[in-house]
């Protein structure tokens, strides 16, 4: 996985490692001013012999005062050092601030754009393995998270162990025995520790889970609402959702109470040091030559102010390393979901030197089977022979779950067959390049979209440099001029994201007119006129007939009346085409056509 | 749906894809924040706390006072043992016999910290997630009651996340940020008690400090949650093109335009990789800075304590009145322990600024949903079960008797009168307006007897579905009047009102549950045998049969496992298990192929046999047989009579019958 994210980092690497390289430097800087603080605390309070010798980093320079009143001059020494070193740190933490910013964002950067180029590339059957929601939170959320952890990463994840080190490090030089202390209660509070993040992370992950459903109690509710009051089950709805909060409310109690007692922890380490440095330490100041002290050397009282520093510095560092820890543990979750994204690879790419050209409109399906799963056993779509020339009309009719839709997609190559072979103006459509082909294969599919934008710039998706007066004569085609026209704004009225501010007809015939606009050779139509109303319908085809001759054109629909006039009817049922024929043929031998025209022509004959 | 985002608002009239420099922003940010009323959501949710945790709540302040003062003490521990203890013994003044006794003091002072600590920190954990949980069932039941008005005007995305985001950001203030903030403030106080007990001189010093870190934080931190509200609204635009992208995913396919998308997507996924590198490099910074101008102010006490203490300058302190002994490098010593966790308390105050700005907006939105005003419901008729006596008059009854009443009580002589339940629906001069001043209903009048069937047809927007969210009480009328069984509907309990409709809804919700619940939800009573007849019933039996677990089969996220047919079925049958008097069907039957629609149709008739029936149908084989049809243009009715009747009056009915008029 880490592998995978690395990846994109890309141009901030320099930035990934400067980041962590400040941070050590800031860190030296902040361990060393206890030092050097000690150092003057030692030359104020003189040593044993009442000389105030001038020493730095613990070391003697050989300088010294017997009287602290002439040692000002040393005095003004090491408060320039100080100054100057808390000044570098201060310098060094702004830059390394500023490195982590710029080498997070650009990964979070790099990582949706890698994300975003990906999906882009995807297939169809890609997409279908996925929820749409599922892909926007990996964009969204999963992106944050990561980049968040990687902040900690380069920052937190460097300063805490390094920190540690440093701090026992400088401990052991004022006092290996106190050093060895510290040691020892730091193994201790991590052993302390260790248990409870994890037996928490336990209990959140089975929280999280519960929260699934407790927002699903919302969501239901949300959407039913009319369902909720219109059978009166206000108190029901409250109940669910009453029982799933409990729920949540006594598992969080329990993980957060786990998760109460790592202060209290720290705070008995802590105590507990100073207490024994306390005792300890006034021993060895003191130090009347007991073996103890012999043992374990002498301290001065300069020395006790480091070491109290020291302390709390290894403390924090312990702490802030445990929660870098849990944090990016929790950010695991996000990354995998990331990475399953981009180690997709595309199940259909263009091939290589493509045909750029498509001769016609010709369509061909030669013994096609087609299955979701590309499982033989389990075909949406069995054995399909089928030839459409060039202009034709074919009409295609079938229930609901017949693969009407699944045999039109073969044509764009939307998904690729399992068995056989489609081809288009007489080539298979694997080996056509996927732009150029899909450019002469226009569809309207069943689950059209519009994008924010205004409508020019949605009936521009079909043709990029399309003029203002193709867009009109594609809008006229699709009957969807009247109604532009209509609109205080005309073609700059803006589409709300999904289209929500145009009715389901009008949607409708927008994207047909998107479809229409690229002059393509195949048309296809999948159930796209399902919201016009039967006149409009009609008007749509005729206008279609008339301008667009040579292309061939498919319709999808659910009333009999959208292709009785088709060169060709296609029945399809349970996968297979059962019959083919004009509408005078169909009457005559298939059952499901006349049935289907029967049920919806029934009430005008009887009438008529 | 692309959030707000949470935390900061822009200020209003500002367009967030035009944002202005910094500099005006901040400007019009101070001006909003100026002339909004102050806002008491956060008071709030703190009397909720109050309220349901006061004696724990009240411990928690106790011990988190004792544990900050206790801690603020640990330098005066370490100062006293210098100066009381080690100087006297290294200068030959004393020894250290009183040592242990001294430090098993101070070891029973820390017990004393670490137990109230501990005491704390468990009861927050409690309060938090029990309060969260009384505000969450609060959200519920306040949202249980609001009128349908409500749910049209907010998107679901929305609502959801008042449970999620909102009440999250609460989790974090009430359990981290007010502990947190108290801890720092008592910790600040008796902090600085003790640098005034140690030396009145070195205080001047940490006062410079202090103003430096408030000085910068408050730059650094304002430039911060400014660039924030830029970030946030970066994120917002990112975040909504990824979603309408891969809502239309295929489409982009189809149109072979992702080459375009990605160009589209890279300009504002640049736009925000800069907004956020901005606002993490002042929040990143803002800690190095806080912590080091710490490390500037202990170097400072150094330097000047030394410079006082190598010039011989005597110290000013409590400590030097109450004990004249006290040296000025013990003082020193103790002064620079405690000044460090002084500024650490600071810069922790300065953390929880940003979870502050989330709660407040959090709590805001939590509570303007529950201030909304909840649905009207002072209606007093409500529906019994009854039985009828051997002198015809009716009487409430205890047990389950297939008759139901309106027990109607009268406020002028306090007596009681009983109507059977009928399904008898007048409506008299009806006017409705969903927004006040735009009329949707004109007039609307109409009579549907028991048993009759009333169809309503017209074009999208003309109020049909408008008619039956009246009778169901979804709205309440401006004008008019609605009377059922001749009882004002005004004065009949809403719940009553509903359980005696049966309602199929133009849009099919199904709930997470097996297909038995999913039927039984109609009536929660039915016995398994009453939810297979009403599944028959509606024609939905067969396929549940074909499902591997029959009845037993789980539906999951609105049924998405069943096809559209399937669905609607189901949710008729829901309908026919509830078994009321009168029906209304609202375009049951809009997406699906005719040959499932023949099934549905033949599931409802044998549904609408006996009962009055109020049906919308864009299809009008489906309303053909109906005993009055009305067509609707506009909000008014324009025709109304049999079939027969309006393809006599050559009207509109009759050109939409004979295709010569659209519906849109």
């Known amino acids: 996985m880490l592998k995978t994210l690395a990846k994109s980092i890309r141009e901030y690497k320099l930035q990934s490692i400067l980041s962590p390289v400040f941070v050590a430097i800031e860190v030296f800087l902040e361990v060393m001013i206890p030092m050097i603080c000690s150092d003057l605390i030692n030359f104020l309070q003189g040593d044993l012999f009442g000389a105030h010798s001038f020493m730095l980093f613990g070391m003697p320079t050989g300088a010294f005062v017997a009287n602290v009143g002439e040692g000002i001059g040393f005095v003004l020494a090491y408060s320039g050092i100080l100054i100057a070193m808390a000044g570098l740190s201060l310098t060094f933490g702004i830059l390394s601030g500023r490195a982590c910013a710029k080498a997070s964002a650009g990964f979070a950067k790099n990582l949706r754009e890698d994300l975003f180029y990906k999906i882009q590339n995807f297939s169809f059957e890609n997409i279908d393995t996925y929820l749409t929601s599922s892909l926007v939170t990996r964009l969204t959320t999963d992106v944050t998270n990561i980049q968040n952890a990687y902040m900690m990463l380069i920052r937190g994840a460097i300063r805490s162990p390094l920190m540690f080190v440093a701090a026992l490090a400088l401990a052991f030089t004022k006092s290996w025995f106190i050093a060895l202390i510290y040691l020892g209660m730091a193994i201790l509070l991590v052993a302390l520790m260790a248990i409870l993040p994890s ?72 105590y507990g040091i100073i207490i024994m440095i306390c005792a300890f330490a006034s021993i060895m100041i003191v130090n009347t030559g007991s073996d103890f002290v012999g043992a374990v050397g002498s301290l001065q009282i300069g020395d006790l102010t480091a070491l109290v520093q020291y302390a709390m510095m290894i403390l924090m560092s312990m702490m802030m390393l445990i929660m870098t820890f849990v944090m990016i543990t929790m950010s695991i979750e996000s990354g995998n979901r990331i990475v399953q994204v981009l180690n997709t690879e595309s199940t259909l790419t263009s091939p290589d030197g493509g045909l750029t050209e498509v001769a016609s409109g010709d369509i061909e399906f030669e013994n096609v089977s087609f299955s979701y799963a590309g499982d033989e056993n389990k075909c949406a779509l069995m054995d399909v022979n089928l030839k459409i020339n060039a202009g034709e009309t074919v009409g295609v009719l079938g229930a609901t779950g017949s693969s009407k839709s699944t045999l039109v997609q073969l044509i764009p190559r939307l998904y690729d067959v399992t068995k056989g072979s489609v081809k288009v103006g007489g080539v298979d459509v694997r080996q056509y390049d996927l732009d150029a ?34 867009i009109v004569e594609a809008c006229r085609l699709a009957q969807a001029d009247e109604f532009i026209s209509s609109f205080p704004d005309g073609y700059d009225t803006y589409i709300e994201q999904g289209g929500t501010n145009v009715s389901g007809g009008q949607r409708q015939r927008l994207c047909i007119a998107r479809a229409l606009i690229a002059n393509p050779k195949i048309i296809i139509f999948d159930d796209s006129t399902s919201a016009v109303d039967t006149k409009t319908d009609a008007l749509i085809r005729k206008s279609m007939a008339e301008s667009l001759p040579n292309a061939t054109k498919i319709i999808i629909a659910q009333r009999t009346a959208s292709v009785e006039e088709a060169d060709k009817i296609l029945i399809l049922d349970n996968g297979k085409v059962v019959n083919v024929g004009t509408h005078a043929e169909l009457m005559e031998t298939s059952d499901i056509y006349r049935e289907a025209y029967n049920i919806q022509n029934k009430k005008e004959d009887e009438n008529a | 749906m692309p959030r707000k985002p949470a935390g900061m608002e822009l200020p209003e009239g500002v367009d967030p894809n035009n944002l202005p420099d910094l500099k005006t922003l901040r400007k019009m940010m101070k001006e909003q924040r100026k002339n909004t009323p102050k806002d008491k959501s956060l008071s709030r949710v703190m009397k909720y706390v109050w309220s349901n945790y006061k004696v724990s709540f009240i411990v928690v302040l106790v011990c988190i006072v004792i544990t900050a003062v206790i801690s603020a003490l640990t330098s005066v521990v370490l100062q006293n043992l210098i100066s009381a ?48 949980n009384i505000i969450r069932k609060d959200m519920f039941r306040k949202m249980q009651k609001l009128p349908i008005s409500y749910f049209d005007r907010k998107q679901s995305g929305e609502i959801m996340s008042l449970y999620t985001n909102d009440v999250d950001a609460l989790r974090q203030y009430i359990s981290q940020t007010v502990p947190q903030l108290i801890n720092s403030s008592v910790m600040i106080l008796a902090s600085v008690v003790v640098m005034i007990y140690y030396s009145l001189y070195l205080i001047l010093v940490v006062a410079i400090g202090i103003v430096a870190m408030f000085l910068v934080a408050g730059k650094i931190g304002g430039a911060s949650s400014r660039y924030f509200v830029v970030q946030q609204n970066a994120l917002g635009k990112v975040n909504g093109y990824i979603e309408e992208s891969m809502h239309g995913q295929k489409v982009i396919k189809v ?372 005993d009055v049809i009305m067509v609707l243009d506009h909000g008014r009715i324009i025709e109304r009579g049999t079939h027969d009747e309006l393809i006599a009056k050559q009207g509109t009915y009759y050109r939409l019958y004979t295709g010569a008029f659209e519906l849109e």
């Open chain 2, 255 to 626: 149109f072979c335009h992702e080459k375009q998308a990605k160009s589209d997507f890279d300009e504002r996924n640049v736009a925000l990789q800069n907004a956020a590198t901005s606002a993490n490099t002042y929040a990143n910074i803002l800690m190095p800075i806080m912590g080091n101008i710490g490390n500037i102010l202990y170097v400072l006490l150094a330097v000047v304590g030394s410079i006082m203490i190598a010039l011989g300058a005597s110290n000013f302190g409590l400590s030097n009145l109450i004990n004249p002994e006290t040296t000025f490098l013990s003082i020193l010593i103790g002064f620079l322990t405690i000044v460090k966790s002084f500024t650490q308390s600071i810069s922790g105050i300065s953390q929880q600024i940003n979870f502050i700005a989330l709660a407040r907006s959090g709590s805001r939105r939590v509570f303007e949903m529950m201030d909304t005003t909840p649905a009207e419901d002072d209606g007093y008729v409500k529906l019994v079960r009854a039985k009828k006596n051997p002198d015809g008059s009716i009487t409430e009854s205890k047990t389950h008797t297939g008759l139901w009443a309106w027990k109607h009580p009268h406020k002028a002589d306090g007596t009681i009168t009983y109507t059977e339940l009928a399904g008898d629906i007048e409506m008299h001069e009806v006017d409705f307006a969903y927004v006040p001043g735009k009329t949707v209903l004109h007039d609307i009048t109409l009579y549907a007897k028991p048993g009759q069937k009333i169809a309503f047809v017209g074009s999208t927007g003309a109020g049909k579905t408008t008619i039956i969210n009246l009778i169901s009480r979804f709205y309440d009328i401006e004008d008019g009047k609605i009377r059922y069984d001749g009882i004002n509907i005004n004065k009949i309990k809403k719940s009553s009102l509903r359980d005696s409709l049966g309602v199929v809804l133009q849009e099919t919700n199904l709930f997470t549950g097996t297909i038995r619940e999913n039927i039984r939800y109609g009536n929660l009573e039915a016995t398994d045998e009453e939810v297979i007849e009403a599944a028959k019933l509606a024609n939905a039996h067969d396929f549940i049969m074909r499902l591997p677990d029959g009845y037993d089969t789980m539906l999951e996220s609105d049924g998405a496992n069943l096809s559209q047919g399937q669905r609607q079925l189901l949710s008729i049958a829901r309908t026919a298990c509830e078994n009321a008097p009168v029906l209304i069907l609202d375009e049951a039957t809009s997406s699906i192929d005719t040959r499932t629609e023949a099934l549905v149709n033949r599931g409802m008739d044998k549904l609408m046999a006996g009962r009055t029936v109020f049906v919308i149908a864009h299809r009008l084989s489906t309303v053909m047989n109906s």
């Open chain 2, 85 to 132: 203890y080690i100087q006297p013994a290294v200068e030959g003044r004393g020894n250290l016999d009183g040592l242990p006794a001294y430090l098993a003091l101070c070891g029973a002072m820390f017990c004393v910290a670490i137990a109230s600590g501990a005491t704390f920190n468990v009861l927050m954990a409690r309060i938090s997630q029990g309060t969260l």
């Open chain 1, 199 to 270: 037996r928490a992370m336990r209990i959140f992950r089975r929280v999280f889970k519960k929260y699934d459903k407790l927002n699903l109690r919302v969501q239901e509710d949300v959407r039913g609402a009319r369902v909720v009051k219109a059978f009166v089950r206000e108190d029901f709805e409250t109940e669910k959702f009453d029982n799933a909060a409990e729920d949540i409310r006594k598992d969080f109690t329990k993980a957060e109470t786990i998760l109460a007692f790592t202060s209290p922890i720290v705070n008995i380490i802590m």
């Open chain 1, 437 to 470: 082909l899909r450019g002469e294969v226009a569809m309207v599919l069943q689950k059209n979209v519009l994008f924010s934008g205004t409508i020019k710039e949605n009936i521009r998706w079909g043709k990029p440099d399309a003029t203002d007066e193709e």
